[in-house]
């Protein structure tokens, strides 16, 4: 009995620990302190099976931090759109004020009521005031119009912006897929040259034995397999380096183990075609910005212009001597229509000061264009060579290959005939599987850069 009441009492502590642990601990990592095992259900959050270029850039042009940041410049841009636009609209204003004032001299005796705008009230006494004022910009030769065109050039260059943040997100989504995949063909086959180092290894070590081979060629064969398990680590570290950078921009978690990733697809785009740098996005984000500047230059100087104003007022007010509440009786009192005509004429030079920096950021920007025109030349031209380049060396891989895998079948044929030991089989196949490799990354490279003209150059 009492065997049963511990037993019972063990079980009731386990559930009260088991639900402590899920309430406070994320699912998943509820295990034994120490313990550095993923449980099963938090591997199996992460993505398997196959990925391909299209749906990882979908994936993240839906996540992306920066595209999101653009969508908001894009908005608030549109709320200075407002805001500029406002100026055609006129300004209504309510006021109301209390105040008691306490004469300390005969009012007899006070004969100043202000000086310059200091006004001095002579009677003791409270009063109230209430009053509705409307102002309206009538004429200020376009400044109003030239802050809401800037505004709206603003909004285009947002939204140009955003083109920009979206190419520059493909162009390094591409780099890191293409990284994934070359260094998994590259694992792949090195695991294949693994296995032949370590064949050749056991019949060294057998030729040891029977004092066929020296020490050192032993030695230089226990070297190959280290060297050949190296390159993989290597390339693992690489590869799962790209993935989680692949996991922040498409917000997936995922296998690198059990990931497979698709080649990229083969495109017949030209890519000589592209010439007009007019048509980039680069270059419409550089002029759109020039022309913005161009405007605040010519707001700037309208600033000296002269403004046009219509205003009316609309008081009530009342007063009392010595009675409080009776001062908050008012009543409709006075009125006033008009209009002002206002002209800067001396500012200490702080808008002439404006106008020459805006003159200056006028050239500035232009420089910037041509810069950035001639980076996006130089890139491309660089880009187009080393497409030319490749392709002779894909030329030159296919032949290597086409070579090694004649001496291979040469070298099998000897084998079969005890012509010629295993091992230099082994060595042929190992040569013929770094020509592949060496193919693999030059022909994705190739498709890659391909690819990366044609993201470059797609207009707007």
């Avoid at 200075?80 to 209390?98: C, D, H, Q, T």
Wanted: glycine share 4%; net charge positive; hydrophobic share 35%.
């Amino acid at each position: 009995m009492l065997s049963f009441r511990r037993n019972s009492i063990k079980i009731f502590i386990s559930i009260i620990l088991l639900f402590s642990c899920s309430a406070v601990v994320p699912a998943g990592y509820c295990v034994e302190e120490g313990s550095t095992v993923e449980t099963a259900e938090k591997q199996s959050e992460k993505l398997v099976g196959k990925i391909n270029f299209e749906d990882v850039l979908a994936k993240a042009k839906d996540h992306s931090y920066d595209l999101k940041i653009a969508d908001y410049n894009i908005l608030i841009a549109k709320q200075n759109v407002r805001g500029a636009r406002s100026e055609y609209f006129p300004k209504l204003n309510f006021g109301g004020g209390m105040e008691y004032t306490k004469n300390y001299r005969d009012i007899r005796e006070t004969t100043v009521m202000s000086i310059g705008e200091a006004f001095i009230n002579p009677y003791t006494r409270f009063q109230s005031v209430l009053g509705i004022n409307v102002m309206y910009n009538l004429f200020d030769f376009g400044v109003r119009g030239g802050n809401l065109k800037i505004a709206k050039k603003d909004v285009k260059i947002k939204e140009l912006e955003n083109k920009q943040k979206y190419q520059d997100m493909s162009m390094t989504l591409l780099d890191t897929y293409t990284k994934i995949l070359i260094t998994t063909k590259q694992i792949d086959i090195n695991k294949e040259i693994l296995n032949l180092e370590q064949k050749t290894l056991e019949l060294n070590e057998r030729l040891y034995k029977a004092k066929e081979i020296s020490k050192t060629e032993l030695n230089d064969s226990k070297v190959r397999v280290s060297n050949a398990k190296n390159r993989i680590y290597e390339l693992k570290s690489i590869r799962n380096e790209s993935i989680n950078w692949l996991s922040f921009y498409t917000g997936e978690e995922y296998d690198s183990e059990n990931l497979k990733i698709s080649d990229l697809k083969k495109s017949d785009f030209d890519v000589l075609k592209f010439q007009d740098y007019t048509k980039s996005i680069i270059w419409k984000i550089h002029e759109e910005n020039i022309k913005k500047k161009e405007l605040e230059l010519q707001v700037a100087k309208r600033n000296n212009y002269p403004k046009l104003n219509a205003y009316g007022r609309y008081y009530w007010y009342g007063s009392n001597h010595s009675n409080y509440p009776k001062s908050l009786d008012i009543e409709p009192s006075n009125l006033s229509v008009g209009a002002s005509l206002s002209m800067p004429l001396f500012d200490g030079f702080k808008n002439s000061a404006l106008i020459q920096k805006t003159a200056l950021e006028l050239k500035q920007l232009q420089v910037e264009r041509d810069k950035a025109i001639a980076e996006l030349a130089t890139k491309l031209a660089v880009m187009r060579s080393n497409l030319i380049y490749l392709d002779e060396q894909i030329n030159e891989n296919s032949t290597a290959i086409k070579e090694l895998t004649d001496k291979e079948n040469s070298t099998r044929k000897l084998v079969s005939k005890k012509l010629a030991s295993p091992i230099e089989e082994n060595n042929a196949k190992v040569e013929l599987l770094n020509q592949k490799i060496e193919l693999s990354k030059n022909s994705i490279t190739q498709i890659a850069i391909t690819r990366g003209i044609q993201i470059l150059t797609e207009e707007e």
